[in-house]
């Protein structure tokens, strides 16, 4: 299994629930699908480099994980369509 590093950026208008919610489902799905969760670091709110959907500012997460290859294309698709979700970048560590 290979390390990975996930940063995405949520949308700062969600509920604290919300952003909690959608946390859980990557941790989840990283570990329902034989990987393991290293770490997950919530930076907080922060504003954005430049404007994305009208917003200024989001939630960034960075989640830490290692997982399979077929993993990681199966997280990329899901983050794609999760509601709540400006950004994310997985990377190789």
Do not use: C, H
Not at 29 to 44: A, P, Q
Request: aromatic fraction near 10%; charge should be positive.
């Amino acid at each position: 299994m290979t390390k990975y590093e996930m940063l995405y950026i949520l949308d700062a208008s969600l509920s604290d629930e919300a952003k909690e919610n959608i946390v859980k489902k990557f941790e989840d799905l990283v570990t329902k699908n034989g990987g393991t969760v290293e770490s997950t670091d919530r930076w907080g709110v922060r504003k954005l480099q430049y404007p994305i959907n009208y917003k200024s500012e989001g939630y960034y997460v960075l989640m830490t994980f290692e997982a399979e290859k077929t993993l990681v294309v199966e997280i990329k698709r899901i983050a794609g369509i999760t509601d709540g979700i400006i950004r994310r970048l997985i990377t190789k560590r």
